[in-house]
């Protein structure tokens, strides 16, 4: 089963139409013909069955035949991730954290950060590349921040759990309950070189909860996806 992207502006009057490299993925990749069934998702919920009507060199349209719409699960997981310096390792976070549920990613220069630019044009297309491969129909919105503290002062959520290293893995249990009984958790992870004491102590006056992802030091990534896969 393979999904289609289309955002709400091109679904209008019972018809969905895909565009750009969506309507290439079909047309050409898929080798989708006219008469064939399709399911598109719209990045906020909707999911349609339809079937194609016509297909050009830039456009696939398909005629809705059925349709769909799906709430985000709770509690809603916002990643709040360290920019790491490796673009490849960066990347593989953000589609690993949205194929594991990420309602939000917010991507933040810290003390250790490394690297300074981040190509938005490539975690926008992998977004929706990893909502497709695992078949959801909420887009995952990508942010990146200049600190720490902008990302604080803007995101909002209910409860904040930040990974640590050093805290001591029989202390620094994962409070389930507290995550499952709220509307959105900030998962935080730093950059390479983890969080600064300064960041550190900045995050539980905030009423951040310091806990342990088990005692092996593991990289940024796995670190995020390690967390994230805890509330599978």
Do not use: W
């Not at 990045?43 to 050009?56: M, P």
């Not at 990347?91 to 949205?98: C, L, N, S, T, W």
């Not at 950059?191 to 600064?196: D, L, Q, R």
């Amino acid at each position: 089963m393979n999904n289609f992207y289309a955002p709400p502006s091109q679904i209008n009057n019972g018809f969905a139409e895909l565009l750009d490299q969506e309507a290439i993925h079909a047309s050409k990749v898929m080798r989708a013909r006219e008469g064939d069934t399709l399911t598109i998702v719209d990045g906020v919920g909707g999911c349609y069955e339809g079937i194609i009507r016509r297909i050009t060199k830039k456009s696939v349209q398909v005629e809705i035949k059925d349709e769909e719409h799906r709430s985000r699960s709770k509690p809603e997981l916002v990643l709040g991730m360290g920019i790491i310096k490796k673009r490849d390792r960066l990347e593989f976070a953000v589609e690993k954290a949205i194929e594991l549920g990420a309602a939000q990613i917010c991507l933040f220069r810290s003390e250790h950060t490394i690297k300074e630019n981040v190509r938005m044009d490539r975690l926008e297309s992998l977004a929706i590349s990893a909502m497709k491969q695992s078949l959801q129909s909420h887009l995952c919105n990508v942010e990146v921040y200049h600190s720490l503290d902008m990302m604080l002062d803007t995101v909002s959520v209910d409860n904040m759990l930040v990974a640590h290293e050093k805290v001591d893995e029989t202390n620094g249990d994962i409070d389930y309950k507290s995550v499952r009984n709220s509307e959105r958790t900030l998962l935080l992870v730093g950059p390479e070189g983890g969080f600064s004491e300064t960041e550190i102590s900045n995050l539980t006056d905030k009423g951040g909860e310091l806990v342990s992802l088990g005692p092996n030091r593991l990289r940024a990534e796995t670190a995020a996806i390690a967390f994230m896969s805890q509330f599978l």
